[in-house]
């Protein structure tokens, strides 16, 4: 009889890992262009019915705890959404120059996946919206820019100027612009229409800014809040007022904010003044409308004379301090990144409809995508399962029972939504003599957590190479539980109860 040791080698193949395996089904995708998807639910509080959590990564519908889904004739919920930000920007027209409809789809419990759903559907010709925006752009005029602060002035009027063609004959967007140093040599020019005197006096002035030393970030911030503040209050009528934003360029910490007759000696100190006025739940609320609070976006690099202490701490103010963080490697991306802010911010002016039937129970996503859309499967961690084992071997020369107890191992990978694949080792003793075995194994899913596992491969016992098969039930619990029968030189059963380390529930 071949002497043959093989269980290294097969206990080799079982730890390779398939990195393929894994699929996302959180989204959907579009083979032939992006697909941006947000989902909510749907829930019923007090009689009326509130579509929660309406927030996703990619399109993202004006961030509020609950939104009121308003009945309709046609025994369907309407919700209405003000506010649409896109990312990447440019996806709320179409090449017509009309806003794109969007597709909805539905999860299936029973399936688990997406599906198209025809019977959601988005209003039509009630896309677009007259309400004003209020915009403070606050930007970096310290001479640690140097030859960068072109670059800076030319980000700012691609922002501007893409806000004015949108706002042509519409008055859409009231602007402001802050360039600042130090608070002395900081620059102002009020909130003002954005219509064509308007838009070139504000080229002139962002053209005109001049660096100095200093950098008053933290001041400028509270000077665009009070503007904006009191802009909305007197210039715009309650029923026309729809948000009002900041957003803001600096390359380095605040070392010029200070006032002291509000005893803000030091720029640290004024941070802790304007912080909560920024984010916290004491930020000034505009027009005194619920939801109408100032939304900021900060874009930052860093400065060629700052340590990795000072990024660190400039790092952690900017997401404490701004809503929106666009943290970038160069100024070389400083032009682009404002031109998708301006986008964003042109394609949050549509409102969109949305009516939902009652029995879709509000789980809908949005996206671009066309019907024939492909559905990503969702990361999917490893199955991975440890057990113990107890069996007999017969052996048939010698004509005696032996004794088998050890430990298995068994790792699948998701292939499909129901099945995984992998391998199963396992190692032990029997009377005496090192055994062990190792092969493939298919874990087939039911609707349920339960699966079904199928196996078999090569169990080298002492010296006598032979053939193994295997079935076993993992429980919806983490649980499992498997049998093993084997043949060759020697013959036998293996009953082995395991846990589920990874992937078990």
Request: proline share 3%; charged share 25%; glycine share 10%.
């Amino acid at each position: 009889m071949k002497q043959k040791r093989l269980l290294p080698a097969i206990l080799a193949m079982a730890l390779m890992v398939p990195a393929w395996a894994q699929r996302d089904k959180s989204t959907l995708k579009n083979p032939d262009e992006a697909t941006y998807s947000i989902k909510g639910t749907m829930q019923v509080n007090n009689g009326k019915r509130y579509l929660n959590d309406a927030t996703g990564n990619k399109i993202v519908f004006e961030s509020v705890p609950s939104r009121l889904a308003k009945p309709t004739q046609m025994a369907d919920l309407v919700v209405r959404f003000d506010n649409v930000e896109t990312v990447p920007p440019g996806l709320m027209k179409g090449s017509d120059g009309k806003p794109r409809m969007l597709d909805f789809w539905r999860y299936d419990e029973e399936v688990g996946e997406w599906v198209y759903d025809s019977e959601v559907r988005q209003g039509e010709n009630q896309m677009e919206s007259t309400m004003k925006t209020n915009i403070m752009l606050v930007v970096d005029n310290s001479k640690s820019l140097g030859d960068d602060f072109k670059k800076v002035q030319d980000a700012a009027l691609e922002f501007v100027g893409r806000l004015y063609e949108e706002s042509k004959g519409r008055d859409i967007f009231r602007i402001g612009v802050i360039g600042f140093s130090t608070v002395q040599f900081t620059k102002i020019r009020d909130i003002s229409p954005l219509d064509a005197a308007n838009y070139r006096q504000i080229v002139n002035f962002i053209r005109n800014l001049e660096m100095q030393n200093g950098t008053a970030f933290y001041y400028s911030l509270e000077k665009a809040l009070d503007m904006l503040e009191n802009d909305a209050r007197s210039n715009i009528a309650k029923d026309e007022y729809k948000e009002s934003r900041i957003y803001a360029f600096t390359d380095g910490l605040d070392q010029a904010s200070v006032d002291d007759a509000r005893n803000l000696s030091t720029p640290a100190q004024y941070y802790e003044h304007i912080r909560p006025m920024m984010k916290d739940s004491k930020r000034k609320k505009i027009m005194d409308l619920p939801g109408k609070t100032v939304h900021s976006t900060i874009v930052t690099v860093r400065g060629g004379d700052m340590t990795d202490k000072q990024e660190g701490l400039f790092d952690q103010r900017a997401q404490e301090i701004c809503d929106n963080v666009r943290k970038l490697t160069d100024m070389n991306q400083l032009v682009r990144e404002f031109q998708k802010l301006a986008e964003d911010l042109v394609n949050s002016n549509y409102v969109l409809y949305c009516y939902i039937p009652v029995g879709a129970n509000g789980r809908v996503g949005w996206t671009f995508a066309e019907e024939k859309a492909v559905k990503e499967r969702k990361p999917v961690k490893l199955w991975l399962g440890v057990g113990v084992e107890l069996g007999d071997s017969y052996d048939y020369d010698y004509e005696y029972h032996e004794f088998y107890k050890g430990l298995n191992l068994n790792i699948a990978f998701p292939v499909t939504s129901r099945l995984s694949l992998g391998f199963s080792a396992g190692v032990g003793d029997c009377d005496g003599f090192f055994s062990g075995y190792g092969g493939l194994l298919a874990k087939i899913n039911t609707k349920g957590k339960s699966a079904l596992l199928l196996g078999g491969g090569l169990m080298s016992l002492g010296t006598f190479l032979q053939y193994y098969g295997q079935l076993g039930w993992k429980f919806q619990s983490p649980w499992y539980i498997s049998c093993s029968g084997f043949y060759g030189e020697t013959y036998g059963v293996l009953i082995g109860i395991g846990y589920s380390i990874l992937g078990g529930r």
